[in-house]
């Protein structure tokens, strides 16, 4: 990675990769490819590239981030149903110490009562839900714009 070019690590995790099939009715007709093509237009335009990764398997999604941590400027993260179970994800987001955004296509709070919580938020710098494909495109601003203002909080305080 140079500074020139940072890379973003898009990460996935449980039954992502059935969107487009699974609940349409609140995750929409998109599918994992569209975002993952969405994210990497995104980026490019903003002189950044895209390492894409999901899997079901907890272990897995912690590998993947512990494994590229070096090589990435930031992670944007939809840990799924991961999000509100997994100590041991939200230990790996914050062990890589580099920036994350979380994103949920639907409002986590506005559904089911378990979803409202997420433990990987607080070791994140910034929350996008309900948004459906859109958050993505946001998130992918957020994290640059956090990754060139050298890790100062996004809202531009000191």
């Given at each position: 990675?140079?500074?020139?070019?940072?890379?973003?690590?898009?990460?996935?995790?449980?039954?992502?990769?059935?969107?487009?099939?699974?609940?349409?009715?609140?995750?929409?007709?998109?599918?994992?490819?569209?975002?993952?093509?969405?994210?990497?237009?995104?980026a490019n335009?903003?002189?950044?590239?895209?390492?894409?990764?999901?899997?079901?398997?907890?272990?897995?999604?912690?590998?993947?981030?512990?494994?590229?941590r070096k090589?990435?400027?930031?992670?944007?993260?939809?840990?799924?149903?991961?999000?509100?179970?997994?100590?041991?994800?939200?230990?790996?987001?914050?062990?890589?110490e580099i920036?994350?955004?979380?994103?949920?296509?639907?409002?986590?709070?506005?559904?089911?009562?378990?979803?409202?919580?997420?433990?990987?938020?607080?070791?994140?710098?910034?929350?996008?839900?309900?948004?459906?494909?859109?958050?993505?495109?946001?998130?992918?601003?957020?994290?640059?714009?956090?990754?060139?203002?050298?890790?100062?909080?996004?809202?531009?305080?000191?």
């Amino acid at each position: 990675m140079t500074s020139s070019s940072p890379t973003i690590l898009l990460v996935h995790g449980p039954n992502l990769n059935l969107l487009g099939e699974r609940k349409p009715e609140v995750y929409g007709t998109t599918t994992l490819l569209d975002i993952e093509a969405d994210v990497a237009a995104a980026a490019n335009e903003l002189g950044a590239s895209v390492l894409c990764f999901q899997s079901n398997h907890e272990g897995a999604l912690i590998d993947f981030l512990h494994e590229h941590r070096k090589l990435a400027a930031g992670v944007i993260i939809n840990a799924g149903a991961f999000t509100h179970t997994s100590v041991a994800l939200r230990d790996a987001i914050e062990a890589i110490e580099i920036p994350v955004v979380e994103v949920h296509i639907s409002n986590t709070h506005a559904r089911e009562g378990f979803r409202h919580v997420s433990l990987i938020a607080p070791v994140c710098t910034g929350q996008i839900a309900g948004l459906g494909r859109a958050g993505y495109g946001a998130a992918v601003r957020l994290l640059l714009k956090h990754i060139t203002a050298g890790k100062r909080p996004v809202d531009g305080t000191p």
